[in-house]
């Protein structure tokens, strides 16, 4: 048995370089936040061989001071913070003081910098070793760094590296991300000599927007709705892409939090709930979004790689996050093929210049602000609820209904939807609007209007309970017991009764009445893993809103049920009187815009 003896520093920032330095795309991190942190406003970074063989980070910040330069690159030294005071509001990307001496222990590595009150610059060597004694050279005011045979020291590193591609694959993709977060900073990048994109500072919102798709596709942009709301003391700003435009996978979620890249299960719970009444459950939403607050209300200090945070009121971030964005889903319209980049947007990293068109404003126009005006045939058919029986087409009856012409031009304060046209095969609705043609599925469109109304009438009822005949026993560990037996009240609110009979037991004498035949045992551990998790539960809402759902799904419009044309016309106008309804209770479309331009480029007109 050894006896217990201090690691040598080499050693020390080896084993902290594990943490730090992943691959090459982990030195460019560090040293491009070490660059913004510095008040940069152009950004270089070379690459060769995928950061294998050279990575190198140039900078137009306020440089180092000779003096500093050793200390840059010693383990725990930073001019970011100096008490623990400082470490607990921190609004620099940077402040462990570890990354430099981390990068110089497992490669070749050369600083040269020239302070903002310098006459020339400094440079500084290390090889894995002690850095070397400051050297005059000719620098601009600013920073490089060079980092070179990346893991030279450490074999079993390297061999872990991936292809040349794949690693400067990461590097793009980080640099194109982080540039998001920071539009006023000039980002370029140059791989093997050659340059792979050059960023100018995207100071107005088509700059910003041409970053966006720089980094997410031109598809993203096209589908994005612009977001920026503030309240109590947060802001957020970003886009946000139409449900309509979503992932297999996770891939197209940005999030910042000051200025930083993080991945946080408080976020990412606040943006599925939002999304949960119009995506379907197998789909992500994309989006990327900037969220600003007090720096002394989140805590960076979590993990080496500073891309955890921990919020002091995660409760209050979470709702503030699922209330912005419900709203914005709530008040959105299909986005149809008209040009996007022409809407007005406020926000998004940034103010925004207004340029709307009157075709891409009125195909965008959102569901709460459309004009709730209703024809008077008939009380609107009785609501259209009459819709909501199943008919079949007769044998021999033509599949399309035809319906009196309506005026070439809606006339001022016509419905947005415009006006019913034809019921094709008993399935879509041909309308006309002053943007072009609007094609609706009838089925999809009833199903998510009759869902909100019986969310709504849900909503406004306290949650009947139901007592069970037999008490289901509920075995679980004791902790879990001790936090059934804390959100007590919670449950009952939520309609569950349950009491605590033992170390490890639970009886569940009561449900609420829609779950009444719901598995009462997954139902209590679902709601304590919330509970456990985020201090709230939202398991009785979700699985009531299922059950709503399907009641929709079953009573609304069938296919082949021919409809008339107030009945038709009814049916739109609730369309733009609902909340959500550009998607059904899946995620699918309800209805879409095609404009008059988009109708000409079908038939090639003006060629």
């Known amino acids: 048995m050894r006896r217990i003896q201090r690691l040598p520093d080499d050693l020390i920032n080896q084993i902290a370089a594990g943490e730090v330095v992943e691959r090459p795309a982990s030195v460019v991190k560090e040293l491009v936040e070490n660059s913004l942190d510095a008040g940069a406003s152009r950004i270089q970074v070379d690459i060769e061989a995928g950061g294998a063989r050279l990575i190198r980070v140039r900078d137009d910040g306020v440089g180092i001071d000779r003096d500093d330069l050793p200390l840059a690159l010693a383990s725990h030294a930073t001019s970011k913070i100096t008490d623990i005071n400082e470490l607990e ?48 050279v000719s620098h601009p005011v600013g920073t490089t760094v060079e980092v070179r045979d990346l893991f030279f020291n450490v074999p079993a590193r390297r061999k872990f590296l991936k292809t040349e591609r794949t690693e400067f694959g990461h590097i793009d993709q980080f640099l194109r991300r982080i540039a998001l977060a920071h539009p006023a900073v000039a980002f ?7 340059i792979v994109f050059d960023l100018p500072p995207a100071l107005d919102a088509k700059q910003r927007r041409r970053r966006v798709a720089a980094a997410l596709g031109e598809g993203f942009m096209q589908n994005a709705m612009p977001v920026e709301h503030a309240s109590s003391g947060m802001h957020l700003s970003g886009w946000v892409a139409h449900p309509s435009f979503s992932r297999s996978s996770t891939d197209q979620q940005l999030f910042y939090v000051n200025g930083r890249v993080v991945r946080d299960r408080v976020i990412a719970h606040a943006v599925r709930r939002a999304f949960a009444d119009v995506l ?11 969220l600003t607050l007090n720096p002394a209300d989140v805590d960076v200090n979590v993990h080496p790689a500073k891309t955890e945070v921990r ?36 926000g998004a990293f940034g103010p925004k210049t207004p340029a709307p068109t009157k075709v891409a404003a009125a195909a965008r126009q959102s569901p709460l602000s459309l004009p709730t005006h209703r024809l008077p045939a008939r009380d609107a058919v009785r609501s259209y609820e009459a819709l909501l029986q199943s008919a079949s087409v007769e044998h021999g ?70 007592p069970l005949l037999l008490p289901v026993t509920v075995s679980l ?52 893993d919330e509970l456990g998790q985020y201090g709230r539960t939202e398991v009785i809402e979700r699985q009531i809103n299922e059950l709503l759902s399907r009641m929709a799904c079953h009573g609304s419009i069938r296919a082949n049920r021919r ?45």
């Open 89 to 136: 509001s921190v609004a620099s990307l940077g402040f462990r003081g570890e990354a430099l001496a981390s990068i110089a222990s497992i490669a070749r590595l050369r600083l040269v910098s020239c302070h903002q009150e310098a006459d020339h610059g400094w440079e500084i060597l290390a090889e894995g070793t002690e850095p070397s004694e400051p050297a005059p």
């Open 188 to 194: 370029v990048l140059a791989h093997n000599g050659r």
């Open 280 to 290: 379907h459950y197998s789909r992500h939403p994309a989006f990327v979004l900037s």
């Open 311 to 346: 919020f002091r009121q995660a409760g209050m971030v979470h709702d503030f996050l699922f209330s912005t964005l419900s709203r914005l889903l709530a008040q959105s319209s299909p986005i149809g093929s008209a040009e996007l980049t022409s809407v007005s947007e406020k």
């Open 397 to 466: 009856e033509s599949l399309v209904t035809p319906v009196d012409p309506v005026p070439a031009v809606a006339e001022a304060g016509k419905p947005s939807l415009g006006h019913a046209l034809a019921h094709v095969h008993g399935v879509y609705i041909i309308a006309q609007n002053e943007a072009g043609l609007v094609i609706v599925d009838a089925h999809a469109a009833a199903e998510r209007i009759t869902y909100e109304k019986l969310k709504a009438a849900w909503a406004g009822a306290r949650i009947p309970r139901q």
């Open 477 to 528: 560990s004791e902790s879990e017991a001790d936090l059934a037996e804390t959100w007590l009240e919670v449950f009952e609110t939520l309609g569950i009764v349950i009491d605590r009979v033992g170390p490890t037991q639970l009886k569940v004498r009561e449900l609420p009445a829609p779950l009444r035949h719901a598995d009462a045992n997954q139902l209590v551990m679902d709601m304590l």
């Open 563 to 607: 409809l008339q044309r107030e009945e038709m016309d009814a049916l739109l106008r609730d369309i733009e009187a609902t909340e959500r309804s550009g998607q059904c209770n899946h995620g699918r479309p309800t209805w879409t815009q095609l404009s008059m331009q988009d109708l000409d480029r079908l038939f090639m007109r003006g060629k």
